[in-house]
């Protein structure tokens, strides 16, 4: 473990460093070709990064956010477009790198009110922690007892409640130590209507922004041209949903080091798919008709999770990676106790304090 981390810290100070390289040297260069050649060097490093990392939850996060979420955005970088464009003024060097580095989004309207629209279910960063260490432990102790099904069940709520936890805590410490007004990191999913509202609307909005505009909007400007405006949108849909899976099968790659099976990708363009026939449906009746939401809400959480146990989760279990997470998660678990055991054993008048 003590070698993970020092292969955690060397990752994140290589990032640290070439973050700083794109703020100092990368934007001297004018917008376009020249800073696009200056940051291909940055895009090797990023990609091979988590290469080096052992540890099967540090390497999907560590791929997460800087193979993907900043490539994506230096990538954007390079035309003067993004988060990280310096129109009208350039932001200081360490808000430069917490944007480029972490997966958040800055509030665009700050004259608009901060708190969100009430939410349905009380999830916020305290209750999703607890809920998420509950579920873990279940899992942990009844892993081999549990029905396949309601272990994948287990998994879909693990998947929400872990993406959700590592883009709120990042926003949160943002925050609090920059003082950046953000954006939330979903709107409560599992209440979707559509998976147009899922996928577009309500999950893990940093992924949703960041394709829309290194993706959709690049592919449906290119197809204006061809099909019109009326039919661009459609091609947009499934570039972007591709290339989610492409970069789905890359981090899940990082973590098995197996060649992908591609059913990650089948899983993303299955859904591009329902989405465009969605969109046209819409089109076509004219927003005249819709399902009450009681049926269409149940039915597109109902799709994603059935999906999913066809599609998502096999290729992970079939090659142990969610056994592999969730004993590194146990060990983790087991050292936090023994350091807060010792730590007690230390201080005998810290227990006094409680008597």
Same mark, same amino acid.
């Given at each position: 473990?003590?070698?993970?981390?020092? /292969?955690l810290?060397?990752?994140?100070?290589?990032?640290?460093?070439?973050?700083?390289?794109c703020?100092?040297?990368?934007?001297k260069?004018?917008?376009?070709?020249?800073?696009?050649?200056? $940051?291909?060097?940055?895009?090797?490093?990023?990609?091979?990064?988590?290469?080096?990392?052992?540890?099967?939850?540090?390497?999907?996060?560590?791929?997460?956010?800087?193979?993907?979420?900043?490539?994506?955005?230096?990538?954007?970088?390079?035309?003067?477009?993004?988060?990280?464009?310096?129109d009208?003024?350039?932001?200081?060097?360490?808000?430069?790198?917490?944007?480029?580095a972490?997966?958040?989004?800055?509030?665009?309207?700050?004259?608009?009110?901060?708190?969100?629209?009430?939410?349905?279910?009380?999830?916020?960063?305290?209750?999703?922690?607890?809920?998420?260490?509950?579920?873990?432990?279940?899992?942990?102790?009844?892993?081999?007892?549990?029905p396949?099904?309601?272990?994948?069940?287990?998994?879909?709520?693990?998947?929400?409640?872990?993406?959700?936890?590592?883009?709120?805590?990042?926003?949160?410490?943002?925050?609090?130590?920059?003082?950046?007004?953000?954006e939330?990191?979903?709107?409560?999913?599992?209440?979707?209507?559509?998976?147009?509202?899922?996928?577009?609307?309500?999950? /893990?909005?940093?992924?949703?922004?960041?394709?829309?505009?290194?993706?959709?909007?690049?592919?449906?400007?290119?197809?204006?041209?061809? $099909?019109?405006?009326?039919?661009?949108?459609?091609?947009?849909?499934?570039?972007?949903?591709?290339?989610?899976?492409?970069?789905?099968?890359?981090?899940?790659?990082?973590?098995?080091?197996?060649?992908?099976?591609?059913?990650?990708?089948?899983?993303?363009?299955?859904?591009?798919?329902?989405?465009?026939?969605?969109?046209?449906l819409?089109?076509?009746?004219?927003?005249?008709?819709?399902?009450?939401?009681?049926?269409?809400?149940?039915?597109?959480?109902?799709?994603?999770?059935?999906?999913?146990?066809?599609?998502?989760?096999?290729? $992970?279990?079939?090659?142990?990676?969610?056994?592999?997470?969730?004993?590194?998660?146990?060990?983790?678990?087991?050292?936090?106790?023994?350091?807060?055991?010792?730590?007690?054993?230390?201080?005998?008048d810290?227990?006094?304090?409680?008597?």
């Amino acid at each position: 473990m003590e070698g993970e981390i020092k /292969n955690l810290a060397h990752v994140w100070f290589t990032v640290t460093a070439s973050l700083c390289y794109c703020y100092f040297i990368s934007s001297k260069f004018s917008k376009g070709l020249f800073r696009f050649m200056s $940051l291909v060097p940055i895009f090797y490093i990023y990609t091979v990064l988590p290469l080096s990392l052992n540890s099967a939850f540090f390497t999907a996060v560590s791929a997460f956010f800087i193979t993907w979420l900043t490539n994506f955005k230096l990538l954007l970088f390079a035309f003067n477009q993004g988060p990280l464009s310096f129109d009208p003024t350039k932001p200081p060097l360490h808000i430069f790198i917490s944007i480029a580095a972490l997966p958040i989004k800055i509030k665009q309207n700050k004259n608009t009110p901060t708190a969100q629209n009430p939410k349905k279910l009380p999830l916020n960063l305290a209750t999703e922690t607890v809920a998420f260490a509950i579920l873990i432990s279940v899992i942990l102790e009844y892993k081999d007892c549990l029905p396949p099904k309601i272990l994948l069940i287990g998994y879909c709520c693990l998947v929400f409640l872990l993406i959700d936890l590592l883009v709120s805590l990042s926003s949160f410490l943002v925050r609090v130590l920059v003082g950046l007004e953000l954006e939330p990191p979903s709107d409560e999913p599992y209440l979707s209507t559509s998976l147009q509202d899922f996928w577009g609307r309500r999950w /893990n909005l940093t992924v949703t922004n960041t394709l829309r505009h290194t993706v959709y909007k690049p592919v449906r400007s290119a197809a204006v041209t061809v $099909l019109g405006y009326k039919w661009s949108s459609l091609p947009a849909v499934l570039a972007a949903f591709l290339v989610s899976g492409l970069m789905h099968e890359l981090l899940f790659y990082y973590v098995t080091r197996v060649r992908p099976s591609w059913e990650m990708t089948l899983f993303f363009v299955l859904h591009g798919i329902c989405v465009v026939v969605e969109i046209r449906l819409k089109v076509a009746l004219g927003g005249k008709w819709r399902l009450p939401r009681f049926i269409s809400g149940p039915m597109t959480v109902g799709f994603v999770v059935a999906t999913s146990f066809w599609l998502f989760f096999p290729p $992970l279990i079939r090659n142990g990676a969610d056994v592999r997470v969730i004993e590194e998660f146990r060990f983790f678990g087991e050292l936090v106790k023994e350091k807060m055991l010792k730590f007690l054993s230390y201080r005998p008048d810290f227990q006094l304090t409680f008597q």
